[in-house]
C-alpha cells in the first residue's frame, strides 16, 4: 500500500462516504478512516477503540494551506471536499490496497436534488450563454443565479453551495466545463471584494 498521511486518510474516508456533495459527520469519518488504516486512529491504551480527537484533528488539518486546502468544515458542521480534495482522492484511490473502497451510495433524496438541480442549471441564463459561445457576457448575478445563491447566502454558506454543484456536476459531460468556469468567475469576484476592488 502507498505512503498515506493521516490527513490524507481522512480526506479520502470523507470522500468516500459521498463527502463531494454533502456534509459528512466525523464518527462517520472516523469509523471509515480506522477501515482504511486499521488501528492508525486508534487509542493506544485501548487498541480496539477509535480516539475520536485524533481523527477530528486530522480532518481540520486537512483544511490547511500547507496540506493542499482538501476539506472544509468543521466537527459541529460536517466535513466536504474541497476541489483539490476532490482531486486527490480521485487520483489517489486505486493506491489503497486490501480496504473496503465501496462509496456511499447516493439515497433517493440526493438523486432527485441532482436531477433538480442538473435541470435548472441546463434552462439557466448563464448556462444559455456558455453554450452559445458568450462566457465573456455572463454577469456574476448570472453566475450566482447559476449557483442558487442570492446576497443572504455568505461567507462558508456561499463556498459550500459552490463546492457542492463543483464537485457534483464537475465531470458531467455537458455541464462540467461551464461549472467549472462559473466558480471561477466567482472566486475572481470575491477575492477582489476581499482586496477592497469590489464594485
Not at 485501548?46 to 466537527?75: C, W
Not at 448570472?142 to 456561499?158: P, S
Request: glycine share 10%; hydrophobic share 40%; net charge neutral.
Amino acid at each position: 500500500m502507498a505512503t498515506f498521511s493521516n490527513h490524507e486518510i481522512v480526506t479520502l474516508a470523507v470522500y468516500l462516504l459521498g463527502g463531494e456533495s454533502k456534509m459528512v459527520d466525523t464518527e462517520d469519518v472516523a469509523i471509515k478512516a480506522n477501515g482504511l488504516a486499521p488501528g492508525r486512529f486508534s487509542w493506544r491504551k485501548y487498541a480496539d477503540q477509535i480516539n475520536i480527537e485524533n481523527v477530528r484533528t486530522f480532518l481540520s488539518d486537512a483544511k490547511k494551506p500547507k496540506n493542499g486546502h482538501m476539506l472544509i468544515g468543521s466537527g459541529k458542521e460536517g466535513w466536504m471536499l474541497t476541489e483539490e480534495g476532490r482531486e486527490f482522492a480521485v487520483r489517489r484511490m486505486g493506491e489503497i490496497q486490501g480496504a473496503d473502497l465501496a462509496r456511499t451510495r447516493h439515497t433517493t433524496v440526493e438523486l432527485q436534488w441532482m436531477n433538480r438541480e442538473r435541470n435548472r442549471m441546463l434552462v439557466s441564463e448563464a448556462f444559455e450563454k456558455f453554450k452559445g459561445g458568450k462566457s465573456a457576457s455572463i454577469s456574476d448575478q448570472e453566475a450566482e443565479a447559476f449557483f442558487r445563491l442570492d446576497d443572504y447566502v455568505r461567507g462558508k454558506a456561499r463556498e459550500r453551495r459552490i463546492l457542492r454543484l463543483l464537485n457534483t456536476f464537475g465531470d458531467d459531460a455537458e455541464l462540467g466545463d461551464a461549472v467549472a468556469m462559473l466558480a471561477q468567475q466567482l472566486k475572481f469576484k470575491e477575492e477582489a471584494h476581499a482586496n477592497g476592488d469590489g464594485r
